[in-house]
């Protein structure tokens, strides 16, 4: 159960697109399509982006989308805007009812 | 409006116990799994432990494995963590949080505002 590794930053201009990684193992991300991203601003509680790798819960921006190959999962968020700077974790199911989150990516707005 | 609300942290001694209670509302509690999550000050976010509706399926960090346990008690819309022989590095905010799903998922659609355990001599 090692963490994902993410990025520790990325950042990007309002409108652009950025891309954020999520690097596991042949074990949590490689074997299950169970992967979520989460958004957290500072001192709130995280929010559900994505789940199942691309599915967007209702409320979500389609300028939020998901997918994976391999042992990574990526996030992009399209047209970038001031309200999307926060923090983004990615979670993994990693077998026997375990999960594993991300090291977290802080997604600046230049 | 769902809501969920953590009680039990505080400031504890390492290696005593701590209990966390979580009380549920505003859903059909015992149709949904429920996890742990915590956050050290600074830090990212960890699962803990989840639970699924029936209790049948359950998980841990290995980080808490033999020392953590979680319950669930469904006709009081309550969620638990015991925390047994606690460590410096269990220092953190602890979220209870719902999943969209009966069975463990990573599908975690509510979270609490979280409870601070601080555990220092």
Known sequence: QSALTQPASVSGSPGQSITISCTGTSSDVGSYNLVSWYQQHPGKAPKLMIYEVSKRPSGVSNRFSGSKSGNTASLTISGLQAEDEADYYCCSYAGSSTQVFGTGTKVTVL | ?121
Not at chain 2, 34 to 41: D, K, L, N, T
Not at chain 2, 92 to 98: D, E, G, T
Request: charged content about 20%; overall charge neutral.
């Open chain 2, 1 to 121: 409006e769902v809501q969920l609300v953590e009680s039990g942290g505080g400031l504890v001694q390492p290696g005593r116990s701590l209990r966390l209670s979580c009380a549920a509302s505003g859903f059909t509690f015992d149709d949904y799994a429920m996890h742990w999550v915590r956050q050290a000050p600074g830090k990212g976010l960890e699962w803990v432990s989840g639970i699924s509706w029936n209790s049948g399926s359950i998980g841990y960090a290995d980080s808490v494995k033999g020392r953590f346990t979680i319950s669930r008690d469904n006709a009081k819309n309550s969620l638990y963590l015991q925390m047994n022989s606690l460590r410096a590095e269990d220092t953190a905010l602890y979220y209870c949080a719902k999943d969209n799903q009966q069975w463990l998922s990573t599908r975690v659609d509510y979270w609490g505002q979280g409870t601070l355990v601080t555990v220092s001599s």
